[in-house]
């Protein structure tokens, strides 16, 4: 009872976001892509990202009515669906109700995994530190692709697990089919598959040596994960080299092929999910070109190694981060002594940590969102050993009671700001720290309309974050704010560009802003 309580309280705090908000910046290209899929049959606009998260951003709109109006340009595409038949709230809302079923996916294996390790009611105590911490609530409310990847990924370790404890065709079937839905939600889900996967198996053989059960676990999920990604991209099968990319990647995978040229280039014209190689090939690309990013101050181009360590530590509440941290130690000991279970919850920390340390991509903690269904465990962990500790047993139980209430207190406070939110340590100094999807990702246009009316602006030059069409949100007549050039009276900017330009805007140091709109824009008069 406990734990359906807590996923309604996450889902109701989820919904109650939706009319504060609009659209973030990655929205529109999600929503356009799915309805593509949807309502055309293809998925031509960006395959960089797998189609089945943004397939269920666009189910609602689209059972509404909306329908792809085949704008060339995919972010126009979703402000143009967005808006159709003048219902911009309406589409908005049914696009992010599309990944509240990933958040009951999460929920349920949360509830699997801890149920059968640690019992019912450390479940429940992992199911309210998750569905209380203020990034899952973030992304969650939100028609993109983070919670949904991570969701399905957890859920994909959470059968892989009972695959290789329990070695039959059945377990089996169930880990390929979700870890090639996981990956079909989100191309990260590869690299956290393959280290947490790996590792898993690897303390697995340590304990049993069962490697020809092993062996046929995998053969049985690698058949039926690519089943799986195939299905997702309609069973199609097309040339790779009907673009100039995939032409590229052809001409690259044959030149040195010698006699095996003609066969490759024949399997080639007859690729089955043909953009899900095409998007991995964008993909690389992507991880090899530079991309700006912001931590502590400084901005740069090549990411720092350390990155989500800081953002998990900023970002995460403090209980939790404590609960997870006395969890690690003991599942750590744990898993040393063959606990498959605890090795389990701490691969789940540390593998994707381990991932992420080696990109250059550093974006914002729903990046590594993975972790918090592994912290959970870790510190439902630390309560079940906490609360059987004998001597002062008073003083534990009254502290972990203590915790898990000021991390509900936590989350309502910050309520309904969970994207900017920082725990009360770094909370004071968040624009210093963070800026992108973990500060502004230019949800405050809406407010920023409704302060503007407030002080009667008529004319604003602005610097805004984000691909909200700033008409279409009520704003008045709008003028762009240029780097370098300073402007006079009403003059507003996102805290991203404000920090990821700083020396093209450090004239605006020189004055105090009239009003912070929510936590992402600033708001100055200049006289």
Request: hydrophobic letters at 50%; charged letters at 10%.
């Amino acid at each position: 009872m406990v734990c359906v309580c807590a996923a309604a309280l996450g889902i109701g705090l989820i919904v109650s976001t939706y009319p504060v908000f609009n659209q973030t910046f990655d929205e529109p290209a999600h929503i356009a892509a799915g309805m593509q899929w949807l309502d055309l049959g293809q998925y031509t606009y960006e395959p960089m990202h797998p189609p089945i998260a943004r397939v269920f951003t666009a189910v609602g709109p689209y059972a509404a009515g909306a329908h792809s109006l085949g704008i060339p340009d995919m972010w126009l595409e979703g402000n143009a669906i967005l808006g159709e038949n003048g219902k911009y709230q309406r589409n908005l809302t049914l696009a992010r109700m599309g990944i509240l079923p990933f958040f009951v996916i999460a929920c349920v294996a949360i509830w699997a995994a801890a149920s059968s390790w640690l019992g019912e009611w450390p479940a429940a105590a992992t199911l309210v530190l998750f569905a209380s911490c203020p990034p899952v609530l973030a992304h969650s409310g939100l028609a993109t692709t983070d919670l949904a990847s991570a969701s399905m990924v957890f859920a994909a370790l959470v059968c892989f697990r009972h695959a290789i404890t329990n070695p039959i065709w059945r377990t089996a079937m169930a880990a390929g089919l979700v870890s090639g839905l996981a990956v079909a939600t989100k191309f990260s889900a590869i690299p956290f598959l393959i280290v947490c996967g790996s590792a898993m198996t690897v303390h697995s053989l340590g304990q049993n040596r069962a490697w020809k059960r092993l062996l046929f676990v995998g053969v049985i999920m690698a058949v039926s994960m690519a089943a799986a990604i195939w299905g997702s991209y309609r069973f199609s099968v097309a040339p790779l080299g009907e673009t100039p990319a995939g032409l590229r990647l052809v001409q690259d995978f044959t030149r040195h092929a010698g006699p095996l040229q003609g066969p490759l280039r024949l399997v080639a014209a007859h690729v089955p999910a043909r953009d899900f190689f095409r998007g991995l090939n964008e993909l690389r690309m992507k991880v090899q070109a530079p991309l700006p990013s912001y931590l502590l101050g400084q901005t740069t181009l090549k990411g720092h190694w350390y990155f989500f360590l800081v953002a998990l530590a900023v970002k995460t509440p403090l209980p939790l981060l404590v609960l997870c941290f006395v969890g690690f130690a003991y599942g750590v000991a744990a898993g040393l002594r063959g606990d498959n279970r605890a090795f389990f919850a701490v691969c789940g920390v540390v593998g994707p940590l381990l991932v992420a340390a080696g990109t250059h991509i550093n974006l914002g903690v729903r990046h590594v969102l993975l972790v918090y269904p592994f912290m959970g465990l870790l510190a439902a962990l630390a309560i079940c050993k906490l609360w059987q500790v004998k001597e002062h047993r008073l003083v534990y139980r009254c502290a972990i009671g203590a915790l898990l209430l000021w991390q509900l207190v936590a989350c309502l406070r910050a309520a309904p700001d969970w994207l900017p939110y920082f725990n009360e340590l770094a909370a004071p100094h968040a624009d210093r720290i963070l800026v992108d999807s973990d500060l502004d990702w230019g949800q405050d246009l809406r407010r920023l309309s409704t302060a503007l009316k407030e002080l009667g602006v008529a004319q604003l030059t602005i610097s805004y974050f984000g691909t909200a069409n700033p008409s279409a949100m009520g704003l008045p007549r709008c003028y762009p704010l240029l780097p370098n050039q300073p402007a006079k009276g009403w003059v507003a900017i996102s805290e991203t560009n404000l920090k990821l330009h700083a020396e093209s805007y450090a004239w605006l140091e020189r004055y105090r802003p009239v009003r912070m709109i929510g936590h992402s824009i600033r708001l100055y008069y200049i006289p």
